[in-house]
């Protein structure tokens, strides 16, 4: 980017940084989020991925989403990882033969040839579908991209919008912490708290030969994941069986509505009538703003479905709704408040926003999801407020996100203060996500 006796600028330093990791971690097919940490594809990543390769490759993009939706399982799930068969049993818990997806998961549809976890992510999908087409159209045209993948996209969001919508209000439910893509959220604590742990001795955490385990979960919320996902399993993944841990997250539903909208474009695009998915965007919004907004709080919470109630933790996830397009001007005021307000401090304590909640009882600069800063979560924010026209809010999240990116090596998440690194390096969607906002500085 620059001559060589030019000393080399931030962008060009962020941008040479991040291809390199973007193809250290690109197995052929897709990309995984760490060589170490998480050795295979991971479902809400390769959306983020997906965003960023679309600026480097737009045919290597549409490939991340084709491989991820080829282990779409017949119900309509998008799995939240799918396993590499090359990789080792031993390198990732819970691995391919403790899912089993190809028995247990037989009734559920999961596909024959593949092995893949039963649980979901987040739906950033139909989002990355239209940006990446958005990036190339006539690369897109000339792949037939969209026709391919609209009708899994489709199935996907009505798996959602369908089989968990558990609490019958019109949201969806998500049935274990790790389908937030925010697995250790204090927002989990109260209902986790109701799950007998499964016994320390019974399982090996793989997580933690690599990680350091002041940034990862402790042994007691382990064990936790692992009794809901062996029940489950159990039940081979039926979910109108009963669920002992289900809770609406205004994240999971915030990205199911933006992509609901993205569905919308992709139809209009193919000549199809888009007004079943602007109906349906319209009718998961006013479910979240009657199920879940909190007006004294000034952001969004997550309902426990099982216990009736509102859980009053204060999570990033909360915040997310600013992406929904449509939302009501005074609720994004709010949000931006509260982003701003002393639980997040964004442009005063902070300068990205932290994963929760900085005055919590549960609060941990360090530990994963219970307050360090994600990049994932502040690229959200910044197209949020974006949308709702805080530019220099949005540019001073931007800015930061580059700085943080390159002094921490791409790390997987950042201290809220000092931006030291925490978590792996040479994380994908650090990267990618940090091309995405040098593509938007260069428009
Ligand atoms: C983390 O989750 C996995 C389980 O899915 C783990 O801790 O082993 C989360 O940060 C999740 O959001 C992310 O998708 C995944 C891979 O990056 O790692």
Request: proline residues 7%; hydrophobic residues 40%.
């Amino acid at each position: 980017m620059e001559r060589a006796d030019q000393p080399a600028t931030l962008p060009s330093i962020a941008y040479n940084g991040a291809r390199r990791v973007l193809s250290g971690n690109w197995t052929g097919s897709s990309t995984v989020p760490s060589r170490t940490l998480y050795p295979h594809q991971w479902s809400w990543d390769s959306g983020f991925i997906a965003i960023g390769l679309r600026h480097l490759s737009p045919a290597r993009a549409q490939r991340e989403l084709e491989t991820l939706l080829a282990a779409q399982w017949a119900d309509g799930r998008i799995p939240h990882i799918v396993f590499n068969p090359s990789v080792p049993l031993s390198a990732y818990f819970p691995s391919p033969d403790f899912w089993r997806s190809s028995t247990a998961g037989d009734k559920a549809g999961a596909p024959g040839g593949v092995e893949t976890s039963g649980i979901i992510q987040p739906p950033i999908h139909a989002l990355a579908a239209w940006l990446v087409h958005r990036a190339d159209p006539a690369a897109s045209v000339r792949r037939g991209f969209l026709p391919r993948v609209y009708p899994r996209l489709v199935a996907w969001q009505r798996y959602l919008t369908e089989r968990r919508d558990l609490g019958g209000r019109g949201l969806a439910s998500i049935v274990h912490p790790w389908e937030s893509g925010m697995d250790n959220s204090p927002c989990w604590d109260p209902p986790l708290a109701r799950i007998e742990p499964a016994a320390t001795g019974s399982f090996h955490r793989a997580d933690l030969d690599h990680g350091c385990p002041a940034d990862r979960p402790t042994d007691l919320d382990y064990g936790r994941y692992v009794r809901l996902a062996e029940r489950y399993r159990g039940q081979q993944y039926a979910d109108d069986d009963g669920h002992p841990f289900a809770v609406e997250d205004p994240g999971v539903n915030a990205l199911l509505i933006a992509s609901e909208h993205a569905l919308g474009d992709i139809a209009a695009v193919l000549g199809t009538d888009p007004s079943d998915h602007q109906v349906r965007a319209e009718e998961l919004t006013t479910a979240l703003l009657k199920r879940l907004w909190n007006a004294d709080e000034g952001m969004f919470l997550c309902q426990d479905v099982i216990g009736g109630a509102q859980i009053h933790e204060y999570s990033a996830a909360g915040l997310l709704p600013l992406i929904v397009p449509g939302l009501p001007g005074d609720v994004a005021a709010a949000l931006v408040r509260t982003l701003r307000g002393k639980r997040f401090g964004l442009g005063g304590t902070t300068r990205l926003a932290p994963s929760y909640d900085l005055t919590g009882h549960a609060f941990d600069p360090a530990r994963y999801w219970r307050g360090p800063a994600w990049f994932n979560v502040n690229w959200l924010l910044e197209r949020g407020l974006r949308r709702h026209g805080a530019h220099e809010r949005a540019d001073a999240i931007r800015t930061t996100v580059l700085q943080a990116a390159v002094a921490s090596g791409f790390a997987e998440y950042v201290d809220p203060f000092s931006g030291d690194a925490r978590g792996t390096r040479d994380f994908s969607w650090t990267a990618a996500l940090t091309i995405d906002l040098l593509a938007e500085v260069a428009r």
